[in-house]
């Protein structure tokens, strides 16, 4: 029989192989066939893994998770006296505490306060129920009879004792590997908030629930979105370009112009479709203009409202992501060889180019600067002057305290907010870059040490980041106040299949409305709590979500480049241009536009 080290690593194994196949999965490229022989293993392995995880029992699971914690300790101790120095570091963590403590206040009060609300209205619905009692005594006028309080509350608790039995399917969803109920408070009840200061996190996010609509309609995974009020914009690896109408609930366009993945989309702003009404030669009047980019070597512009493509920039590169500068009008391209490069929306003409990476894979722009991140591993911060764009920092020379490792990987997206630099890779926490000091935290955004960390976006003070559970393979979205980066809230549902991007905007409604693509386009509104409807969605509380990060991903993230199985085609043709110099090299081509 195996001994538990030996389990422990076969489920460590597992994990590996899982998260390698979620990776695989979203590769802009055709698979081979011995990539998709590995993807289909993929729920044999999750199997494999929930049985190995059943044998070990939760306690032992949760065992394990704090012997990993214990592992990580020793990296964390190497900065306790630098920590312990920094007053502005202890003031801010002491922030953190207050607020995550009044969080859990908030919600036993709300917890307290709804039960007794609960007792009441239950006591009186069943005062109307029960018919009064005459009295066969005296005048014949009666005495009406209602039950009595230990009565009533009897029959409260057999009710109440009712609703909270467990169901076979929540039984067996509590007794799943890897689900410790101490760790997940789920608010699912509508409450006053009486009881904590207006406006701070615990008030707002303690009673927050959110509404669902799924879109269907792409045919593959799909990799891009925006959104602006109730126009919400796509693209995937179906090539295709799609507009949908939230007021409707339906598809309003599809552009198929393009003949290659999809990597980025935009919806212009009123203010900015109006002046380059002033600009752009033959646009209809009144046209909401929307940009797209693609690895077929182009970027397009749209008329969303005559449902037409008015200008094709060709590019002569695969561009993996784009950026745009409103008020002037240039797009910030990133490209699949590794080019950073600035078009005129206005004439199409190309401003500036250079070579900045081995390959771009994401963009943000943030007023006049541009945010670049790579598949080395680099971060760059740019600075638009004139028609080009000049480097401000690159991220080559991380500050690191004494005994902490920065594994070096794939930037997959990137943000920012307040002169810091939030960004995910195939590790489980977000990465938080101070680029004018050079200094590097992390955030928590998983509860295990697997995970993949696909999206951030920062808008209206918050920080939202997705992430996958490699156990279950669902991915769920996390809610951080800014500045402060204070967690709040998780939002997820049953069966949510893989996110790989998020947008932000707000709904007609003026609350917050989150976007996710991937597997599927969903829509999730923050209700306002007198519209809610009784099948909303609960968030989630995760009490280790609002604790410190680890100071480094251990071999969680250092692992994640090191099976060349399931890199990109930029990085396998990087090594066989490397490894064998008779060889022909592999070039990626553009359709012609």
Sequence with gaps: MASESDTYSFIRKLRKKLRQIERLETVNRVLTDEEKLKVSRKE???????????????????????????????????????????????????????????????????????????????????????????????????????????????????????????????????????????????????????????????????????????????????????????????GGRDTMVKIWNMENKEEQHSFGGHTGTVTSVKLLDSIENRRL????????????????????????????????????????????????????????????????????????????????????????????????????????VWELREKSLVTLYSSENIELAPSRKLSVEPVKCLTSFNQKIYYGNDGQNIKVLSWKAGKLTKLKNHTSDFGLTDSVAVKDGLLISTGLDVDSGNSFVNVRVLPEEIYVATVTDEDVGRIVKIAISKNSEGTLRLVTVGSELIVWDLERQKNRNPESISIEFISSLSTKACDTDQDSDSDVSSDEDYGSIRTQRRRSSTNSTKQNPSWSWCSVI
């Excluded at 002037?328 to 990133?334: D, K, N």
């Design 277 to 380: 009404e002033n600009v752009v030669d033959d646009l209809p009047e009144g046209c909401q203009l929307a940009l797209s980019s693609s690895l077929d070597c182009s970027i397009k512009l749209w008329c969303i409202s005559s449902a037409t493509m008015v200008r094709s920039m060709y590019t002569y590169n695969p561009v993996t992501c784009m950026g745009y500068f409103p008020g002037v009008g240039y797009i910030v391209s990133g490209s699949d060889g590794g080019k950073v490069e600035l078009w005129d929306i206005e004439s199409g003409n190309n401003l500036f180019s250079t070579l900045a990476h081995d390959s771009v894979t994401c963009i943000w722009v943030d007023g006049s600067h541009a945010f670049t991140g790579a598949e080395e591993g680099i971060i760059k």
């Design 44 to 234: 044999d392995l999750r199997n494999t893994l929930h049985e190995k995880l059943s044998e070990l029992g939760d306690e032992s699971f949760e065992e394990n998770n704090f012997s990993f914690e214990t592992q990580q300790s020793s990296f964390e101790s190497a900065a306790v006296d630098d920590l312990l120095n920094n007053s502005e570091e202890q003031t801010r963590l002491k922030d953190c505490s207050e607020e995550v403590k009044e969080f859990e206040m908030k919600r036993k009060a709300n917890e307290d306060e709804e039960e007794e609300s609960e007792n009441e209205e239950t006591v009186s619905r069943l005062d109307e129920r029960i018919p009064p009692k005459v009295s066969k005594t005296g005048d014949g006028a009666g005495d009406n009879k209602v039950p009595s309080p230990s009565t009533a509350k009897a029959e409260l608790l057999t009710l109440k004792q009712r609703k909270e039995s467990p169901s076979p399917k929540q039984a067996s969803e509590t007794s799943k590997p890897g689900k410790t109920n101490s760790q997940t408070t789920k608010f699912s009840k509508s409450t006053s908030q009486s009881s904590s200061k207006p406006g701070s996190p615990a008030s707002i996010w303690a009673t927050a629930k959110f509404s669902v609509h799924v879109f269907e309609g792409h045919n593959d995974l799909i990799g891009a979105v925006d959104c602006l009020g109730d126009t919400i914009i796509s």
